[in-house]
Structures are given as structure tokens and as C-alpha cells.
């Protein structure tokens, strides 16, 4: 990997951690994601996530086409991507970036139904970022929906 793909498709090197790059790719998208969120609204976010899907897309095929290896585990900006849709979609609150966090990782790696398909059949680059964005989408959706159940049945945080 040159410099520039280091920085962007692994993720600051966060991919090239030897133990769990998409952990690693996910903690350091999460950071940056409350950093921004502290800042900017949700909007300018979500805007940035689908900049860098579409561009992430573009990306991880040249660089599939180029070396020959499909979904190399040190691109890792797809785990960015996916945790920065469900930190707009679950809210900026230390709870909710929690919950985002751990639902994100568990879809990840467990990758049901709708991400498992989109892994193993969307070619190239589609496949790489496709899986992360609609898990970043469940996990937003079902971080919001736990804090919503614990705000109705006045559980404190």
C-alpha cells in the first residue's frame, strides 16, 4: 500500500494493528465520528459517510484490481463508514456510541441475512463498503431502539 491508501483505506494504519483491524478501524471511526459530532451537526456527518463510501468504493476496487486480494483485512475505512451511519443514525451520546459500537461489531462479524449476502455476492469494491454500510444501518437502528426501551422503562445510565 502506498502513503496515501495507508491513511485513507487502512484507516490512519489502523488496519495494519496485527490483532482485529476491523475493531481497531471501527474504535478509531468512532472517535472521529464523536469528534466531528461535537462540531458539526449529524447531517455534515452523514454527508462525509457517503463521501467516503463513494469514494471507498473507488478505492478498494482499484486496489482489488491492482494487487489481486479481495477485502484485504487492512482496508478497514468500510468499518469507518459503517460506524460513522450508525453514530448519525443512533445520536451522539456516550450511550449511544456505545450501543453503535458493539451492535456495529456484532453485524460485522456476524454479517446476517442482507450483509452477509451483499459480502460474499456485490464484487469489487460494492462488496467491501456494501456490508459495512447496512451494518452500520442495523446497528444504528438498533442502538437507537435500546435507548428508546431504556428511556421507556426508566432505566438510568
Same mark, same amino acid.
Given at each position: 500500500?502506498?502513503?496515501?491508501?495507508?491513511?485513507?483505506?487502512?484507516?490512519?494504519?489502523?488496519?495494519?494493528? !496485527?490483532?482485529?483491524?476491523?475493531?481497531?478501524?471501527?474504535?478509531?471511526?468512532?472517535?472521529?465520528?464523536?469528534?466531528?459530532?461535537?462540531?458539526? !451537526?449529524?447531517?455534515? &456527518? %452523514?454527508?462525509?459517510?457517503? &463521501?467516503? %463510501?463513494?469514494?471507498?468504493?473507488?478505492?478498494?476496487?482499484?486496489?482489488?484490481?491492482?494487487?489481486?486480494?479481495?477485502?484485504?483485512?487492512?482496508?478497514?475505512?468500510?468499518?469507518?463508514?459503517?460506524?460513522?451511519?450508525?453514530?448519525?443514525?443512533?445520536?451522539?451520546?456516550? !450511550?449511544?456510541? %456505545?450501543?453503535?459500537?458493539?451492535?456495529?461489531?456484532?453485524?460485522?462479524?456476524?454479517? !446476517?441475512?442482507?450483509?452477509?449476502?451483499?459480502?460474499?455476492?456485490?464484487?469489487?469494491?460494492?462488496?467491501?463498503?456494501?456490508?459495512?454500510?447496512?451494518?452500520?444501518?442495523?446497528?444504528?437502528?438498533?442502538?437507537?431502539?435500546?435507548?428508546?426501551?431504556?428511556?421507556? %422503562?426508566?432505566?438510568?445510565?
Amino acid at each position: 500500500m502506498n502513503l496515501q491508501e495507508k491513511l485513507f483505506l487502512a484507516g490512519l494504519g489502523s488496519g495494519f494493528l !496485527p490483532k482485529a483491524p476491523g475493531t481497531w478501524g471501527t474504535l478509531v471511526g468512532l472517535i472521529l465520528g464523536i469528534a466531528m459530532l461535537r462540531y458539526f !451537526p449529524a447531517e455534515t &456527518l %452523514f454527508l462525509l459517510t457517503i &463521501l467516503v %463510501f463513494l469514494f471507498g468504493v473507488k478505492m478498494t476496487s482499484l486496489y482489488e484490481v491492482r494487487t489481486g486480494i479481495h477485502d484485504d483485512s487492512r482496508i478497514v475505512i468500510d468499518e469507518i463508514a459503517g460506524i460513522w451511519l450508525a453514530l448519525c443514525i443512533s445520536g451522539a451520546t456516550l !450511550p449511544a456510541a %456505545f450501543f453503535s459500537f458493539l451492535f456495529f461489531r456484532l453485524y460485522d462479524i456476524w454479517k !446476517p441475512s442482507l450483509i452477509g449476502r451483499i459480502d460474499r455476492d456485490a464484487p469489487g469494491g460494492w462488496g467491501v463498503m456494501g456490508d459495512d454500510i447496512v451494518a452500520g444501518a442495523a446497528a444504528g437502528l438498533s442502538s437507537a431502539l435500546v435507548l428508546q426501551a431504556i428511556r421507556y %422503562f426508566g432505566i438510568a445510565l
